[in-house]
């Protein structure tokens, strides 16, 4: 399977979505995200590139994951 990463965010510039997402849910944050979909990024094959304490959250062929207590979500298209 390929991978493109659209966004990750981690500590400081995860606080925004992460708030978002405890305020009104996958659906809202996976929406903000999206505005970081320029339609270029690097395709990566191989591995997974969630970790093993990660949620997810699947929408068409967009995987959303995130971890609350570490403090980052990222976007990932499947291509």
């Given at each position: 399977m390929k991978y493109k990463e659209i966004i990750f965010l981690q500590g400081e510039e995860a606080t925004e979505p992460l708030e978002?997402?405890?305020k009104e849910g996958e659906n809202a944050v996976f929406q903000y995200l999206l505005q970081w979909?320029?339609?270029e990024s690097t395709i990566t094959k191989g591995d997974s590139p969630f970790g093993s304490t990660d949620k997810l959250f699947y929408r068409e062929h967009f995987i959303m994951c995130y971890n609350n207590k570490v403090g980052y979500i990222g976007l990932?298209?499947?291509v």
């Open positions: 978002i997402l405890e979909d320029y339609g990932i298209e499947v």
